[in-house]
């Protein structure tokens, strides 16, 4: 049987009824040509030819702009989109300096170790060719310490990621006198990544590199990469708290690409569910696949990588002779295997694969035809950088965003023009949240001594520097602050994230042969490693006999159930200061400062397909407090009074609101949803909202089952940072809060379930069967005419 | 509201504003003040008991310690001086017989070949006495000892910072007394106090004369040496095992910096006392350990009173280094030792230099007694069989004693068999 064309399948495709039921938008993306200009002349001739014999006789017009400005010693962000040539644009006027100034150095920073090492091979590329005497080498935790000392002193260009530079290099930055002392370029790839929370903290890593190169003199230019962002300058000047120059505009030719936008059929419309998403995506690949068409397809979660592959690999038994011939990709496979299949895909010998978002960043797998994705991945930015996996440099190829049940994905594949036209998200940073601050001080006065009027972030330095010093970890004299503590800082904080404990999970099915098989971080292990719960991993349930928080274990057992667990949690919030506040339609809308408790009170037991409650448990486990940064409104009750509806309809409404809320938020924030947290309460905490056993019920503390509302408190809705201390959403959704009204009413009125369904207020069961429909009267009256 | 406050209620410090009641503590605040405490100030606790308790009336620091502040033109520092008389006892030795270790043999030790011509009054003992362990720019270190010989005596001399501010001083101190001197004597100093030493010139913007300076660091020697009968090679174990030292209340290495920290704090003598007695311990040890270890080396020392695994790893050590002229004579007396372990090392050592030298005669003879002691030894028996095999050309005896091993030697690794295996066939190839 003759093979199709990717064009002929699409045609196909469109003219199959079925099919186009489900499309919510097809566009198309045109081709176009390539902005083209000659090698500057000051680019070494070596270099020229090196690339020339690539077939590189001439470099596109922002290659051009971006050298240029490098060149002349200009800290640039670079934004461009894939496979247009961004490396050269930091890796010429490197080696160029290089050639110059032997003794000159360079720091190359990647988010993870994957991307540093393929960018390695593509360094160590030219290098070669170019026969020159430049030394380049990766530095990261699987460094062999033998190595470690040549790569100190001989290393032109170091290649690493943030955590190393924050724990392995700088505090130790005597030892890399030479680098230092040599220092001219600091090329940060991926720069997007960098936001929240590790953004934050990278902030404060740069803001310590900087310190230290002014220590020895150096003032390097920072080359800076980024996929497409709305603020990309700004994010950049944030990161790097200092005046950055944007290119971005690209003058790499782009092939034609086809976007479609794929929502699941409706199987039970009373429910509310559309099949899964996994069935389309399962079923276009081994078509495309059948047909030769190279396809990546991505997830958002692991587990979802594996049930896919495995589908896939079913679908192909038999078929085909070559197991690998669909493959699955993602983070804990070996380093091995991952480098095959990279190979693979690029040889074309492998023609599916399924992966996390491990692959989405820049590692060199070669043009792919398909790209489909199972799942909104998170954010704009992250989509089209997904897309772009497909089609680099081929003629044709095609997109396909298939939309799971939630409110984000929704909105998304049932709102084309705002995915479309719509500028992505903003990064955002807030690397003066003092708890982070305060780990990059202690970390700091660690690589060298503060000096009286020295400044280091937004907040009063001195002040700082007293309250340590009164913590009895640093010590003053003569205007200078010195760690005079024998720990080692640096140690003792992660950059991905703030808290830095973790739970790990044992398994003790096999007496005597207790093994570790996962670790759940902090916050996560009260609603998943609870007493009584049931911990999924890797298709395996583990029944948790007993969470010991002191020691930080949960000691679980293999069990084979019929149900899961969902932990019934409740969260009550305190304003304690308000930063601003503004008035809408007589709703109050506010931002500022909350006190968050959250305890776990008890669990659900869930049936496995029906979703039915089987069962409840009690859980004790300790409150907890943090201090956050949150938005919220509040709407009067004699607003509420005027809509006609029962007080119970009103709760419902409001809840069904928040949930779709937090998902619209987490969208607009470009986080991800466990950034961010939600209550329904009033400003003092005086009461608030949980799930009640069968329905939502109002509450004035975690024993007290039901109390009465009262009319003198008026219902308050709360987004807050899901961080000790924030880390800025909080203001940007107080800024938005009319689009993200007008984008939750979006998603629920066009929703096409009756009562509610888990992509617009929540799950039937769980909201009640009004929710929905009181919801949008409350959203209208928000709205106003 | 102010910084202060604001991080003080961030990490649940302060009762919240507005409350009227006492609100409950809440076990999260508790435990993110806990958890921020252990942060910041995770040190050691020292037992109650072993601390000099916080005194009501702090010891000048010249009181607990005899010495006297030091001033140069970059600052002042504290400097205490001692010297040990020739004739005072160091554990088993005086010290007038310490003064005298061979340089030659220092030489053969590090494989410096310089050292031959340098004199013991050259050197410069260092040990240092630091903030914390962990290392990196945050580690100070506070005590630099340092030691010498002067006409059969030796004298310490150790440079305190008493804060931070005086560091300045003494690493130019430092600088100076080491510019008079040709070399360094440590333990464990190549991976650790030089390099600390070297951050803190860097950090000081200072010129760093330690740095390529000829350097004995007795640690790898020792545990070369030593290693096979030690639970570890810390020098306080080395003391006590091998040069037969006790230390009466000395303060245990983890809990010096805390004794730093309290002085910078209480400014009180008395913590600091015993870090300064511990830390010249340390220092005449090292003495006493150069001596031991050339000495060894000299094969200076009676047989009787050596112990015999030293000898046998301190010969294999020479022979590494490629001094046969050394190592042969020590192999030669160890084959004879009464603790059958050492004897065979000694014989499988040996066989290899005369295989080396083709006193083939020799060679066997060892092997044989080897092979006699153990019938199933691996080493002795292939040897035996090469012999046979390349030398005699008895191919019979030789497939028979490969054979025996392929057969009855227990616990053979997988290499060793296919090795054989491989032999095995040769020979039967070659006697066909």
Redesign the interface.
Known sequence: MAHLSLSEWLARAESDRRFRENVTAIKRIDATDGLFAPYPQWVNPAIQKVLSGRGITKLYNHQVRAIELVHQGRDIVLVTPTASGKTLCYNIPVLQRIIEEPETRAIYLFPTKALANDQMAEVHGLIRELKANIKTYTYDGDTPDDARQAIRKQGNVVVTNPDMLHAGIL?????W?KLFSNLKYVVVDELHTYRGVFGSHVTNVFRRLKRICRFYGQDPVFICCSATVANPREHAENLLEKDVLLIDESGAPRSAKTFILYNPPVVNRELGIRQSALTPARNMMNDLIGNRIQTIAFTTSRLNVEVLTKYLKDMFRGRIPDDHYVTGYRGGYLPNLRRQIEKGLREKSIMGVVSTNALELGIDIGDLEVCIMVGYPGTIASTWQQAGRAGRRTGESLAVLIAKSNPMDQFIVENPDYFFTRSPEYCRVNPDN??VL?HHI?SA?????FEEGEKFGK??LM??L???EE???L?R??Q?W????????A??VSLRTI?T?NVVVVDTTETGDHKVIAEVDWESAFTTLHDGAIYMMESQQYHVDHLDLERKKAYVKKVDVDHYTDAMNYTNVKV??DFDKKIKNDIIIEHGEV?V?RKVVGYKKIKFYTSENVGYGDVDL??????TTSYWFTLPWDLLNSLQLTRLDIIDGLAGLTYCLHHISAMLLMADIRDVDWCIGDKSGEWYVRPGNNRRVITTSPTKPVAVMENAYDPTIFIFDAY??GIGFSENLFDRHDELINAVRSVIASCPCEHGCPMCVGPLLEVGPSARSSALQILDMMIGP | MSLKDRLTRLVGEAPKPGEGKAYPRQDTIRELRARIDTIMNRRERILPSKTPEARRDALPLEHAVAGEEVQTQHGTFFMSRNIIDAGDFYGYSRVRDLACPSMPAAAFLTGHRPFVDMLITDGLFLDTETTGLSGGTGTFPFLIGLGWFENDSFVTCQLLSRDFSEEVAALRYLSELASGRQFLVTFNGKAYDINLLATRFILNRSHDRLAGMPHIDLLHPSRRIFAHRLENTRLSTIESQILGVRREGDVPGFEIPQRYFDWLRQRDGMFLKDVFEHNRMDIISMASLLKHLTDLVENTVEIENCHHGDLLKLAMFLHERGDAARSLPVFELLVASPHPDVAAGARRSLSIIYKKMRRWDDAVHLWQILADDQPHDIFAIEELAKFYEHQTRELEKALQLVRRLLDHAPHLSQAACISLEYRYQRLLKKLS
Do not use: C
Not at chain 1, 171 to 175: A, N
Not at chain 1, 445 to 449: N, Q, S, T, V, Y
Not at chain 1, 482 to 489: F, S
């Open positions: 505090p130790h930055h005597t030892k006198q003092l708890l305060l202690k006065a660690f690589e060298l001594p907040e009063d002040e700082l007293a309250y340590l913590k009895g970890v010590h004299v003569d200078r010195h760690w005079a503590a024998e720990n080692y800082p140690d003792e808290s404990e304690i200061d006190q408790t300790p409150q907890r407090d943090m201090h000790p201390g």
